[in-house]
């Protein structure tokens, strides 16, 4: 590119890099024409293989394959037989492609399905292994020089080689066979050749027609610089004149050569005027120096204030970007996701670190409806115009129809999450909705633990389907077992095969029902999946009913039932599902049951259940009096009375044997005293006109949720005036209390303690405590005793306790089942403080559901009837006393640590529940207490809006103030007439 001379030619150069441009622009794209038909072909290829070993795999498997091809089994097929061999030839069609060429071949213009081609080329490579055999293989991978099957010794042609494989599965999903199928690789390696070729004479040709066009080209661009050199010339040479009055002047120019001699042209005019222009620029410089002086002072200035601005600009900085990390670490500690979907659909930068472990990936930038479709293009779809309806909506009210419809859970990598919308609003931008805040919570575990709770209350129920009905539950075990060992392995017979297969169908129907009805979940899916299969067997061609005899014999049923009965052992013992009608269930493992029950299941479940589990420990009332008809009779021979009869009326219904025991026992008193007081001696009676010998009765009813007893005798009565005069000489009421008394009044005296009318012990009475025993363990079961006494007809006993039906549990009716817990709390505390502690007299409910603490509070949590939560919460100086009376070896004027208050009050609350529980009417006894939680704090408060809250606090605030607070779930009780005038006047 440099002429004789040496200096370089603007002309060859400018051809030259347009030549060497154009070739290496023709070679760079036919190479990447080439690699990447290339790369293009290899997935081409491999769909192509895929879509014919499905094609045969499809007729492989097909239910119309053995009939056609006159096999009963897809296993027998061969090559030796006719199906085979016309098998054998529509898989080498299926090897082939077959075409004709218009302007060679003669054809019809239209393609005629089933006439063959002219012209036929081998594209697929066939295997077909069926039955651990080498079934079929196409020609090329036959010949030995190929090698191994669908292994290539050739680089270019391995590259090719990618077979796909597609097992061969019968209906039951038993895999007896695979087809290994690719593109033949000579001929995807022949197409790649002949393309290469075609692109290679196509650069060829490109390029020799460039360099012929770039000639003329640059022949023209060249000449204006050539006539431009010659101005310049011109001008350098002094031939000014010319140039001034008419300017450079350049023929067929460019438009950056006309720029060149325009500027030319201006400084050539300007030359003459620069000399005067220079001067009055100099002057005009001097004004602008002094000019510059004055606006120098302002600038330092202005950099002054710019130098505040930027200071107070900068920590501004600082607290945005402090700001920005806060919210960054909470975002990215709060262990949920959160990002923002804009009307875009896409997800906005910002979103916390939390999404990128949710979702496996960045989500920022990505479609979200794509991101939670997991793949399903027509929900996508569905999510991308219901998110554009969303955003398109101008009325808030429409937008709510919308969200709901929005997914709430996903599946993502072996997790649950959650999802949460909240609407992105901003009213000073005139947008009602600028875009949408999604949180993504992890629910894994808690979907886990609901699904365990699930089984575990699944297993409970049937555990007490199965104890309650063990009759039931007995025969229809017998039942079972003897369905399988008689009938499922019975032979059949040729005439009555189908009718007894379809009797086997209808009792596994049955037994299933039979066994969800003890809700025996695993026995009923192997039931459910025996009946299925049986359906099919009895519906599939060619199988005989001994065949599916065969098949049914091969079950091991009896087994079926083994995993729920091992769950049911496992807590009641080996018996259960044994041949007995009588089921003996040990007294601790009921109770087992019960408590499982009061943990797992919601208040309404567990009274709905407990009634069937308490029945197993409930005995006839009439069973715990059964020994005092003997005793009684044993009673007034030994003290020469005579008794006709002891009479007991009703109590055929079912009790708790533990819980009336100690009751029971305590009626002895009665007896011994009707017999020392009231039955009179033979004689005696006979003298006012009785019967000489006496009667004694007891009649035992239950009505309404009360248990009522009533001792009676005929005998002389309760002597008023003797009880009076004891009373008075024993110091129990005075002289003039005694003379007021009515005689019900004074009768009531016999239950005092150490009242007794007999001046000297005797081995029946005379102590005074009898009676008064008797009352105390009424008055444990929550009841009250009576007496009616007539002088010289007789003494009656009247006992009633609240008792419920055993065939229900009602809820409670709060605030009356609290109202021992005051009476405990008195107790208690009184005791504790050393002086008389009372609480106002009754709860009163919370009218805005507000839990108010004071300074140190214990929370205490029951579950079993109801859902609760007790609380006593007292101030510091009720929790100092109550440290101080419980802790030992605290020094005088030592003060407690916060935590000695907190383990105080702790204990407080454990005692006050705990020995009130007993006393809560009939729930007591179905109540669990759970760990006590301690709370410190200054006057705090907590809402609770799903629940009521009752509050009782002592009534002196002169002494240490202590409060309890009962929370309960509204769904787990009965409101009160009162409770519900209450709620009604707070609207």
């Known amino acids: 590119m440099t002429k004789a001379d040496g200096r370089r030619s603007l002309r060859r150069l400018v051809r030259n890099v347009l030549n060497k441009s154009t070739l290496f622009t023709v070679l760079i794209f036919g190479s990447m024409v080439i690699a990447l038909f290339s790369f293009a ?331 939670i479709s997991l793949g399903s293009e027509e929900q996508q779809r569905f999510l991308e115009s219901l998110l554009t309806n969303i955003f398109e909506e101008p009325k808030a009210s429409r937008r709510h129809v919308y969200m709901p419809l929005l997914t709430q859970e996903l599946q993502l990598l072996q997790r649950t999450v959650k999802l949460e919308y909240r609407q992105i609003t901003h009213e000073d931008r005139g947008v009602d909705l600028l875009g949408l805040l999604v949180i993504a919570t992890d629910i894994t575990e808690h979907r886990k633990l609901e699904r365990q709770m699930e089984a575990e209350r699944q297993q409970l129920e049937m555990i007490v389907r199965i104890v309650s009905h063990h009759q039931d539950f007995s025969e229809c075990m017998t039942e079972y077992r003897a369905f399988c060992r008689d009938s499922l392995g019975s032979a059949l017979q040729a005439d009555t095969a189908m009718s007894a297969l379809a009797e086997w169908y209808r009792e596994l129907h049955t037994f299933k029902g039979n066994f969800a009805i003890f809700r025996m979940q695993c026995t009923v899916d192997h039931l459910h999946r025996a009946e299925a299969q049986l359906s099919e067997w009895m519906k599939t061609p060619g199988l005989s009913p001994e065949q599916i005899a065969e098949r049914v014999r091969s079950w091991d049923a009896e087994s079926w039932v083994e995993e729920d009965l091992a769950t049911v052992r496992g807590l009641l013992g080996s018996e259960v599902g044994q041949d007995r009608s009588i089921l003996l269930v040990e007294k601790e493992h009921l109770l087992a049951i019960e408590d499982k029950m009061a943990s797992l299941l919601s208040p309404v ?108 005798d005929d005998g002389a009565g309760i002597d008023s005036e003797a009880v009076s005069r004891k009373a008075v000489a024993q110091g129990i009421v005075t002289e003039a209390e005694a003379f007021i008394l009515s005689v019900d009044e004074i009768a009531e005296l016999v239950f005092h303690p150490e009242l007794s009318t007999r001046d000297a012990v005797t081995e029946l009475s005379g102590r005074g405590v009898g009676l008064s025993a008797l009352k105390a363990e009424v008055e444990k079961l929550g009841g009250t005793i009576t007496v009616r006494s007539e002088r010289g007809r007789g003494t009656a006993f009247d006992i009633r306790f609240p008792y419920p039906e055993t065939d229900s549990l009602e809820a409670p009716s709060f605030p009356d089942t609290l109202q021992p817990m005051i009476d405990r709390a008195e107790a208690y505390l009184s005791d504790v403080f050393g002086e008389t502690i009372t609480f106002e007299g009754s709860f009163r409910q919370v009218p805005n559901r507000k839990l108010e603490l004071q300074q140190v509070s214990v929370f205490i949590g029951l579950k079993g009837a109801f859902e609760s939560l007790f609380v006593l919460t007292a101030d510091e100086e009720a929790a100092k006393r109550l440290f101080r009376a419980i802790a030992l070896g605290l020094a005088p004027g030592e003060e407690p640590e916060p935590s000695d208050l907190e383990d105080a009050v702790a204990e407080a609350g454990n005692v006050i529940l705990g020995n009130t529980l007993d006393r809560i009417s009939v729930y007591g006894r179905h109540l669990i207490m759970e760990q006590p939680v301690t709370v410190r704090t200054e006057k705090a408060s907590f809402t609770y809006l799903e629940s009521d809250i009752w509050t009782c606090s002592t009534n002196d605030e002169r002494k240490p103030r202590v409060s309890i607070r009962f929370v309960a779930k509204s769904s787990s009780y009965t409101p009160s007439n009162e409770e519900n005038e209450e709620d009604s006047s707070y609207g």
């Not at 056609?68 to 054998?88: A, K, N, P, S, Y």
């Not at 030994?638 to 009326?649: C, G, P």
Request: hydrophobic residues 40%; negative net charge.
């Open 605 to 712: 479940e567990y009274r709905l259940l407990l009634p069937e589990v308490r029945k197993l420990r409930l005995v006839p009332f009439t069973q715990l009096l059964e020994s005092y008809p003997g005793y009684v009779a044993q009673l007034a021979e030994q003290n020469d009375k005579k008794l006709r009869r002891f009479e007991i009326t009703g109590g055929d219904f079912y009790v708790e044997h533990e819980m009336f025991h100690a009751f029971t026992r305590a009626l002895t008193h009665v007896f011994r005293n009707m017999i020392d007081h009231g039955i009179e001696m033979p004689d005696t009676r006979l003298a006012i006109g009785k019967p000489a010998d006496g009667a004694i009765s007891v009649r035992i009813t239950r009505e309404q949720g009360l248990l009522m007893i009533v001792l009676e």
């Open 41 to 371: 072909l290899r997935p081409l290829a491999q769909l192509g293989a895929q879509m014919v070993a499905h094609s045969v795999m499809r007729e492989m498997t097909s239910a119309s394959f053995p009939a056609e091809h006159g096999i009963e089994r897809l296993v027998d097929l061969t090559l030796e037989t006719t199906g085979g061999q016309v098998w054998e030839k529509a898989m080498k069609r299926q090897e082939e492609i077959a075409f004709y060429i218009p302007l060679i071949d003669e054809k019809p213009g239209e393609y005629n399905e089933g006439k063959e081609m002219p012209r036929h080329i081998h594209a697929v490579d066939l295997m077909v292994e069926l039955d651990g055999r080498d079934l079929y293989r196409s020609d090329y991978l036959r010949n030995p020089a190929v090698g191994p099957p669908m292994q290539e010794s050739s680089w270019i042609l391995a590259y090719f080689s990618r077979p796909y494989e597609a097992p061969v599965k019968l209906a039951d999903g038993t895999q007896v066979g695979l087809i290994t199928a690719r593109m033949y690789p000579p001929l995807l390696a022949s197409i790649v050749g002949i393309i290469s070729g075609l692109v290679l004479l196509l650069a060829i040709f490109a390029f020799l027609f460039n360099r012929f066009l770039i000639r003329g080209v640059t022949a023209t661009m060249i000449r204006p610089l050539l006539q431009l050199r010659e101005r310049f010339g011109e001008l350098a040479n002094g031939q000014t004149s010319d140039l001034v009055a008419n300017g450079m002047r350049i023929d067929r120019s460019y438009r950056e050569i006309d720029d060149i001699t325009l500027e030319a042209n201006r400084i050539v005019g300007n030359i003459s005027n620069y000399a005067e222009k220079l001067q009055q620029q100099n002057e005009e410089l001097e004004a602008q120096n002094e000019e510059l002086e004055a606006q120098r002072d302002e600038l330092e200035a202005l950099n002054a204030e710019l130098t505040e601005s930027r200071a107070v600009i900068e920590a501004s900085r600082q607290e945005l970007m402090e700001s920005a990390f806060a919210m960054r670490l909470l975002l990215d500690n709060a262990g949920q996701g959160f990002f923002a979907v804009m009307p875009d659909l896409c997800v906005q930068p910002g979103s916390s670190r939390e999404c990128r472990v949710l979702f496996g990936e960045d989500v920022e930038g990505k479609s979200f409806p794509e991101l």
